[in-house]
C-alpha cells in the first residue's frame, strides 16, 4: 500500500454521479471514505438491485484501505463487488474497481493481464492506463509505465491521476524538481472536500523534500499533512523520518509506535525497530526486531509482504546474508522493481557473489533513481569488485544527498583515506 495509492482520485471522479450530498454535520465527522461508504450504502437500501451502487461501495471501502492501511477494507469490497456481479455479470466499473483491488493486494502480474484486456476493450479510458502505469511500475517495466502515463495526460490533459503518476516515474527517472512540479500541478487541482487525498500528495511532496536533504521544508510539508487529516500514517511515517535526521529520536519512536498501532503491518514494525535502535533501547529494539521477523516470515510467500524489509533485517540487522539472499530470490522471481533489485544486488554482494550483485544494481541505477542508500550500496559493490574510483563517484553522490542513508555513505568514505573527503562533510 505504500505506492499503490493515487488512482482512486480519478475512480472517485467517475463514481461521483451516484453519491448524494453530505449533511454538512456528517460531513465534520466522517473521514471522505467514510462519507462515501454512507452515501453508498443508502444507494443500495433504496434498490438493492442498483449494480453501481454496489460499485460505489467497494470503491469507497478500497478508500477507506489506505485512509486507515487496514487490507481488511479490501477483503470487504472484494465481497460488494461480487454483488454487482451478481446483478450485471462483467460490468465495466466493476471490472475495473477489481483491477484497482489486485493493485491494492500487491498481486501486480494479475493486474497487469486484467488491465491489459480492459484496455482493449476500451482502449480510451483513461483509468484503465493508471492501472498499466501503476502494475508496470511495480514489476520494473518502466518504458510502458511511461506510455500509459502520457496516454492518461494525452487523453485528459492535467487530470490528478495521470499528473501524480507522472511525478513518481519523474522521481525514479532522477528528476526531482519535475516531481515536485507535477505534485504541486495535482495538489492545486484536488478538491478541498478531499481532505486524504490532498494529505497524499503533500506527503508525497514532504518524501521528495527529505530525499535531497531538505529536512525544513520536509517536515512542514508532513505537518501540514497531518492537519489536513489528522493522524495519517503516512505522513507520521516521514515526519519520523524527519526526526531521524535531527538525531531527535524518541520523537521518531513515538511517531512510529502511533503508525503502528493505526497500521500494524511488518514494515512499520521494522522502521520502528530501527528507530528504537537508533535511540538506545536495544532490549526494545530486539523485541521488536524479533516480532518483525515472525509477522514477515508468515507473509513472505504472500503477494502482498514485507520482503524488501525483510532482506535488510537479515543483511543489516541478524547478520544471516543466506537467509537475506534467499527472500531476496524468492521476490526477484516476481519483479524486478529498482527496489527489489536493489535488495537482490545487496544481498548477492553480502555473500560474496560481486559481479552479480554490479550487474543489478547497475540495472536498477540505469532508471536514474537517485536514492541514497542505493548509490551507497552501489559504492560498496563497486569497492568490493576493485573499482575504487567507481566507489567513491557512488558514495560521493550518496553523501551528497545528505538525507537518510547518506552518513554510512560519508562513513565509508572516510575509512576510504583523505582523498576522498567530501565538501560539507557533517
Known sequence: MKRIAALLLLVVSTLTGFA????PLTAVKLSPAERSMAQAQKLIDKDPKDFEAYNALALALSRRA????????????ED???????ISADNFDGERIHVWLLLGKHEFAAALDAARKLNQRMPDDVMVYGFLADANVELGNYNDAETAAQWMLDLKPGNMPGLT?????????GEIDGSLELMNMAFDSTPPTEVEDGAWILNQMAHLKLA???????????????TMFPGYHYARGNLAKVRIQQKRYSEAVELLKQRYQSAAHAENLFELAQALQLAGQTEEAGRAF????????LETNRADNSNHELIFYYADYANQPLKALEVAQREYARRRD????????????????????RQQINIALAVGIRDARMLRHAGEIALATGDRAGAEGYLRQSADLNTVGSE????TLARLGPSTAVRGSR
Do not use: C, I, M
Open 20 to 23: 448524494q450530498s453530505p449533511s
Open 66 to 77: 489506505r485512509e486507515t492501511s487496514d487490507v481488511a477494507f479490501y477483503a470487504r469490497a
Open 80 to 86: 460488494t463487488l461480487q454483488k454487482s456481479f451478481a
Open 165 to 173: 503518476r507522472a511525478a513518481y516515474l519523474r522521481e525514479l527517472f
Open 212 to 226: 535531497t536533504g531538505n529536512l525544513q521544508e520536509a517536515e512542514s510539508l508532513a505537518q501540514k499533512a497531518l
Open 290 to 297: 524479533a516480532e518483525f521477523e515472525r509477522k514477515s516470515l
Open 338 to 357: 529498482v527496489f527489489t533489485l536493489d535488495g537482490y544486488a545487496w544481498a548477492l554482494h553480502l555473500n560474496g557473489r560481486n559481479e552479480e550483485a
Open 408 to 411: 554510512e555513505a560519508y562513513a
